[in-house]
Every structure is written in structure tokens, then in C-alpha cells.
């Protein structure tokens, strides 16, 4: 099949090439092959490249983790009558390990983690925008924070922080947080406030003036939101530590934690990397899945923004134009239909 491999590291783009022979992944029991309709970019794909992290097996070898995709073979588990061959389906396969890089016209993805719906409305290069930002937040806000995961949610919940809301993980963020009933605080760009309404958000906060955001959000009706989660980086983990109520307060961060102390704040990492590797992490965010398939086909969960490119040649575009940090408030995704 054709793919796009990483054959070296040590740079973020000159080390993926364009293949014609990389072998079609044959699935295990308990995977799905999909034929890939579109795929979604990725901070993590150039930082393995330039890096050389979080890669199991030998180059050259496909990379990319986000992909909606066509069945066209079952693994033999027999047990699994949720899938049938033809069937759409989509989210994250996994991290640099043979099969399930989905820059490539075909991949593998758990069955426990592949996501479908019957909402028609939506596209398959919006739904491969969906694996790596939903889940990601999803393991920050149920596990790291242990908010409660409800389609009847509770009055009187506290108030969470989303620090980056626009990001792919922010906006899913602020979305399961608001349909779980939790008052949501977004900071983003005060271009994206309009969207972060549209997308639940009880407040919008600028990110600009970082002094003027933190006393802005401590002196929101109610007082200082009870935790947070941080989605760009360890500043912004910081800011958001002085920005809760130090009540026994948590921040969740996936792109660098708290380094600056703050009493009553602990700080808590937030890694998807390792599923499904990671076999109780996978298991637990396997039981979210129908959830958010419900919550999809009756549109309380939306995609994100996305910027469409065609063809498999166009991912060293995206990738260049990702790492060059070119893009913001949209995802980068690759169709692979004609």
C-alpha cells in the first residue's frame, strides 16, 4: 500500500518519505482494518520524528494516530457483534507501533476504542479530527479530575477552567465538561469567544494579559473555579494554579504540569500516548465510548474546526506548516478519497 513512513529521526519533516510498498496490517482479534478515508494531524507526529520518542517498533514505519476510516476486515474475536464490514468508523489507534499509523491507506484500530454514529450530517474528514482531542479530554476531565460523566447532570456543580479552549483538547473540553453541567471557564483569543459560547462555555476569558486573566477568572461570580486543565503548556499550567480556588484544587495538564508550587493545587499529568499499550487506561476509556457515540448522534458532541488538505502527498505540507506552529483553532486533516 502507499504510505507515508518515517525512515529516520532528528527532524520534524525531512524524515518522512512517500512509500508504494508498505505492507497492508493484518488485524489482531481484537482490531478493526480500516481502508483510510481521512486522517488528522498532530503536535505528537512531528515531535516523534525530531525527537525519536514513543516509537515501538522499526523504521521505516507509518505514523499519524487520528483516522476515519471504512471496515473492510473484523479480527476473528467473535465475541465483538458491534462492527460489521462497510461500517464508518473513527478515533485514535495508537502511537508508533506497526499497523496503526494512519498516514497510509490502510490501518488498524482497537475495537474497544473505535467510535461510529449515525449522525449523517457529519463528514468523514470531520470525524477524523475527533480520536486524539476528544480522548485527551475525556482522560483529564473523568480520571484526572475526576468530574462526574452524566447526560442528567446535577445542579450547583463547580466551576472548571479550560486554559487553551481552542485547542483541539480545549474545545472538546469545554464540551464535555458544559454537557455534563459543570459551569465551563474558557480562555482562549477573544476571536474564538463566540465559538466557545457555541460550544457550552459559561464564561470566556482572554489569554492576552495573563495578570488580567487570572483575577478576572478569581473574580467570577461564585468565586475561583475548583480545578483546572491546561492544554498548551507549563506557563499556562501555572496561571491556571493561581487561578483556582486552592481548595484541595487539581490542574490536569497535557502539554507540561505546574512547576511553580502553589499550596492546595496538585498538579496532574495527562498522557494518551500509552493506549492501548497501557491495558487499564485503555480499558477505562473503552467504557466511555458509547457515551460519546450517543452523544455524537444526537449532536451534544460536535467537531472541531478543520483545515482540509487532499491526498497522502499533502501531509508533509501539514506537518511543516503544524511544526511551524502556523495553525490555530482548526486541525489539520488529510482526505484520502479522490
Not at 480562555?187 to 487570572?214: H, I, P, Q, W
Request: with cysteine.
Amino acid at each position: 500500500m502507499n504510505a507515508v513512513v518515517l525512515e529516520k529521526t532528528g527532524d520534524p519533516i525531512s524524515g518522512f518519505v512517500l512509500s508504494n510498498s508498505v505492507p497492508i496490517p493484518s488485524p489482531s482479534p481484537s482490531q478493526l482494518l480500516l481502508k483510510v478515508k481521512s486522517c488528522a494531524l498532530n503536535p505528537v507526529d512531528y515531535k516523534m520524528a525530531q525527537y525519536n520518542v514513543l516509537i515501538n517498533d522499526p523504521l521505516p514505519l507509518p505514523l499519524g494516530c487520528d483516522v476515519c476510516g471504512e471496515i473492510i476486515q473484523i479480527g476473528s474475536d467473535s465475541s465483538e457483534e458491534s462492527f460489521k464490514v462497510g461500517d464508518l468508523v473513527f478515533g485514535y489507534t495508537g502511537l508508533g507501533t506497526i499497523g496503526y499509523g494512519t498516514f497510509a491507506e490502510f490501518c488498524v484500530i482497537e475495537k474497544s476504542l473505535a467510535m461510529k454514529t449515525s449522525n449523517g450530517a457529519l463528514t468523514h474528514p470531520q470525524l477524523s479530527s475527533v480520536g486524539v482531542g476528544l480522548e485527551t479530554a475525556a482522560l483529564g476531565l473523568f480520571q484526572s479530575l475526576s468530574l462526574t460523566i452524566s447526560d442528567e447532570p446535577k445542579e450547583n456543580l463547580p466551576k472548571i477552567l479550560i486554559w487553551g479552549a481552542s485547542s483541539s483538547v480545549g474545545m472538546f473540553a469545554v464540551q464535555l465538561a458544559s454537557i455534563c453541567g459543570y459551569p465551563v471557564i474558557a480562555v482562549c483569543s477573544e476571536s474564538n469567544f463566540d465559538f466557545m459560547k457555541s460550544l457550552g462555555a459559561t464564561y470566556t476569558v482572554s489569554y492576552r494579559d495573563s495578570n488580567a486573566a487570572v483575577n478576572e477568572i478569581r473574580s467570577l461570580p461564585g468565586g475561583p473555579p475548583l480545578h483546572a486543565y491546561s492544554t498548551i503548556s507549563s506557563d499556562a499550567s501555572n496561571l491556571c494554579a493561581k487561578s483556582v480556588s486552592g481548595e484541595n484544587s487539581i490542574v490536569a495538564a497535557c502539554a507540561g504540569g505546574i512547576t511553580e508550587s502553589v499550596d492546595g493545587v496538585e498538579s496532574k499529568d495527562v498522557f494518551l500516548g500509552m493506549i492501548p499499550k497501557n491495558e487499564d487506561q485503555t480499558k477505562y476509556l473503552s467504557t466511555l465510548i458509547p457515551t460519546f457515540n450517543r452523544w455524537f448522534d444526537n449532536g451534544k458532541l460536535k467537531p472541531g474546526k478543520i483545515l482540509l488538505m487532499n491526498g497522502l502527498q499533502s501531509i508533509f505540507e501539514g506537518l511543516s506548516t503544524l511544526s511551524q506552529g502556523k495553525v490555530s483553532g482548526e486541525k489539520i486533516v488529510i482526505s484520502l478519497e479522490p
